[in-house]
T-cell receptor, first 112, second 114 residues
Framework: NAGVTQTPKFRILKIGQSMTLQCAQD?????MYWYRQDPGMGLKLIYY???????DKGEVPNGYNVSRSTTEDFPLRLELAAPSQTSVYFC???????????FGSGTRLTVV | AQTVTQSQPEMSVQEAETVTLSCTYD???????LFWYKQPPSRQMILVIR??????QNATENRFSVNFQKAAKSFSLKISDSQLGDAAMYFC???????????FGAGTILRVKS
């Protein structure tokens, strides 16, 4: 009963490096999301997907890319990391529009 | 665009007492969903309670209940018999009836004193 699994849990990147944050869910949820949470702040939507092959931008998509080739996986790609991308990243999924989310445990990313 | 406002950055409550966290939202929709999430120091986001706007009855989950005032666009969370484990950041969130995503408030830190 894994739910939403995010890897890695922690990562330190140097400015200009790239990386992919992994997210997988085993609940057959159609909707998947990436949010970022800056210290003491709420969650801001980066990208979301309503099903395999379909993705859309959220509030803060610049500097990120996503893909959704399967129902289970929704990786988030950071290209050319910048200090402003230092944050905690949450992946979440939902089975239907009227449901809340199931969240992963988050990835703490520091860009130095 | 819908917005969610939590006007209390921080609240404190004595163990075993009751506390109410405030949330207001802005929408022109008539049907939507509202949620409260808890984020303890472990940072895991946990769904506390869910309210459907077309239901007049306030949702309740054990010690957690809401006061949903649709006309006032208010959705407060009441925690009764507060416990040390209730200490966390609490987020209010809104979802349109046909919307694809949640909009979150900035959160309220709840401290529980023993």
């Amino acid at each position: 009963n894994a739910g939403v699994t995010q890897t890695p849990k922690f990562r330190i990147l140097k400015i200009g490096q790239s990386m992919t944050l992994q997210c997988a869910q085993d609940m057959n949820h159609n909707y998947m999301y990436w949010y970022r949470q800056d210290p003491g702040m709420g969650l801001k939507l980066i990208y979301y997907s309503v099903g395999a092959g379909i993705t859309d931008k959220g509030e803060v998509p610049n500097g990120y890319n996503v893909s959704r080739s399967t129902t289970e996986d929704f990786p988030l790609r950071l290209e050319l990391a910048a200090p402003s991308q230092t944050s905690v990243y949450f992946c979440a999924s939902s089975p239907r529009r009227d449901y809340g989310y199931t969240f992963g445990s988050g990835t703490r990313l520091t860009v130095v | 665009a819908q917005t969610v406002t939590q006007s209390q950055p921080e609240m404190s409550v004595q163990e075993a007492e009751t506390v109410t966290l405030s949330c207001t939202y802005d929408t022109s929709e008539s049907d939507y969903y509202l949620f409260w999430y808890k984020q303890p120091p472990s940072r895991q986001m946990i769904l506390v309670i869910r309210q459907e706007a077309y239901k007049q009855q306030n949702a309740t989950e054990n010690r957690f209940s809401v006061n949903f005032q649709k006309a006032a666009k208010s959705f407060s969370l009441k925690i009764s018999d507060s416990q040390l484990g209730d200490a966390a950041m609490y987020f209010c969130a809104y979802r349109q009836e046909y919307g694809n995503k949640l909009v979150f408030g900035a959160g309220t830190i709840l401290r529980v004193k023993s």
